[in-house]
């Protein structure tokens, strides 16, 4: 089992930065592809960026592509989210995710991830 922490949340203003944090533990953290997803209250689960075991390949959904950057430290065993000029939009809980296996077809896909976070809270003020 792999155990994730998310840090880093908090309350900024449109056009602010955050950064979160993913400690993660358990299993060997250079195995696991990671992810960050994010929910808004009411609303489904939203893809947000991964990353692959190496940290070589990454993708982004399309409401935070140019913004967000996703990033790891091995040695760290830590994902982090540089989140960029930030909107209304993007206030949610935002969820650290851990799977096998680095496919883009399904890197989307919250149901493909084996182990979560409990989140960690980004409000953005207008």
């Known amino acids: 089992q792999v155990q994730l922490v998310e840090s880093g949340g908090g309350l900024v203003q449109a056009g602010g930065s955050l950064r979160l944090s993913c400690a993660a533990s358990?299993?060997?953290?250079?195995?696991?592809?990671m992810a960050w997803f994010r929910q808004a209250p009411g609303k489904e689960r939203e893809f947000v960026a991964a990353?692959?075991?190496?940290?070589?390949?990454?993708h982004y959904g399309d409401s935070v592509k140019a913004r967000f950057t996703i990033s790891r430290d091995s040695a760290k065993n830590t994902v982090y989210l540089q989140m960029n000029s930030l909107k209304p939009e993007d206030t949610a809980v935002y969820y650290c995710a851990a799977k096998y296996g680095w496919n883009v077809a399904i890197i989307k896909d919250n149901k493909e991830y084996n182990d979560w976070g409990r989140g960690t809270q980004v409000t953005v003020s207008s």
């Open positions: 990353i692959s075991q190496s940290g070589i390949s990454t």
């Open positions: 358990g299993r060997i953290f250079s195995s696991l592809c």
